[in-house]
Nanobody
Framework: QLQLVESGGGLVQPGGSLRLSCTGSGFPLGAYHIGWFRQAPGKEREGVSC????????NYADSVKGRFTISRDNAKNTVYLQMNSLKPEDTAVYHC?????????????????WGQGTQVTVSS
């Protein structure tokens, strides 16, 4: 079981930006592909973006392409999700989790242990 902590969420107006962080605790985050997922009230959890262990390959849900950017700094044991041009439909709790390496889309968690997540609310 890996220890991952999400942060950076908050309340923003439509069109605003946030940067989420996913930080590992006591494990080599750089050895894993990492995915961001989100879940809004009344909706199923969905994959948002994922990044390879080296950072050389990234994927995005169609709904966020051109607006979100995933990146990582393995020296800091952290994966980021830069979210621009936010829309009300982006409102959700966002989670990060290790995902299967040899997979295109959608991202598949390697286990079912979810952290607390970070709340993103986009509202005018």
């Amino acid at each position: 079981q890996l220890q991952l902590v999400e942060s950076g969420g908050g309340l923003v107006q439509p069109g605003g930006s946030l940067r989420l962080s996913c930080t590992g605790s006591g494990f080599p985050l750089g050895a894993y592909h990492i995915g961001w997922f989100r879940q809004a009230p009344g909706k199923e959890r969905e994959g948002v973006s994922c990044i390879s262990s080296s950072g050389g390959s990234t994927n995005y849900a169609d709904s966020v392409k051109g607006r979100f950017t995933i990146s990582r700094d393995n020296a800091k044991n952290t994966v980021y999700l830069q979210m621009n041009s936010l829309k009300p439909e982006d409102t959700a709790v966002y989670h990060c989790i290790p995902v299967v390496e040899k997979n295109n889309w959608p991202p598949i968690p390697i286990y079912n242990y979810w952290g607390q997540g970070t709340q993103v609310t986009v509202s005018s």
